[in-house]
């Protein structure tokens, strides 16, 4: 059983030298080819602006084509791990934006797109691509991301309510338990707050990847 263990942890590390690339592009054209597919479906029936593709959980498409075909920003398949994770667990758990809608192939789009968000982050955990010290990499990633998100949704505001990561300005959550939170703080606090908790939920997941490592570099040497 430990020579197994070994050997897959030896092909993981491989892989990752020679292949990590190969990866990173088919999960990010899996990514586009989806997310093309229900923008042209949603053109044709009526678009809405916050169907634009850079939520939270879009930024895969983004991230894994950029850190395929560059090889540049090396906190990125940690983000994928930390706020991929969160990102597809909490859309599975409340899935009312793609269940509520009469179009069947969105919902098919929405649990196929958040499941493979996380087989990819489980992957990236097993072929040993997670960094825990780049946690503060993947945080500031996630601000720079929120901040274009925020510009989007400035911009876009005139054609409609254009609410990517759910930090829309212009109104209060639509996110459970966080418009409540608005009503109380104000919206600009509550979407700091927001950001908080969200910073917090991946801070949990990073930790959760970083023992993972740690187990199995401690299998590795027994």
């Keep these: 059983m430990y020579n197994t263990y070994k050997l897959a942890f030896a092909i993981g590390k491989d892989y990752n030298k020679k292949q990590v690339r190969l990866m990173y592009l088919c999960f990010g054209m899996i990514f586009f080819m989806l997310e093309m597919i229900k923008q042209c479906l949603l053109i044709h029936v009526g678009y809405n602006i916050w169907y634009f593709p850079f939520q939270l ?6 991230l894994n084509l950029f850190y395929a075909l560059t090889h540049k920003i090396k906190c990125i398949p940690t983000w994928l791990v930390d706020y991929g994770l969160l990102g597809g667990i909490a859309a599975l758990i409340v899935h009312s934006g793609f269940t509520d809608t009469p179009y069947l192939y ?32 993947a945080v500031m990633l996630l601000l720079l991301l929120a901040s274009i998100a925020e510009v989007i949704n400035i911009m876009a505001h005139p054609y409609g309510d254009c609410d990517m990561f759910y930090i829309s300005p212009y109104h209060l959550s639509s996110q459970p338990i966080f418009s409540h939170i608005d009503q109380l703080i104000g919206r600009p606090l509550g979407i700091i707050f927001y950001l908080l908790c969200m910073m917090a939920a991946g801070g949990i997941l990073h930790l959760l990847g970083g023992l ?11």
């Design 57 to 62: 959980c879009s930024m895969p498409i983004y």
């Design 106 to 137: 969105i919902t098919i789009h929405g649990y196929l797109w958040h499941s493979l968000m996380i087989l990819e982050a489980l992957l990236i955990l097993y072929k040993g691509d997670f960094h825990f010290k780049a946690y503060g990499h």
């Design 212 to 222: 993972y490592n740690a187990h199995r570099r401690q299998k590795l040497h027994l």
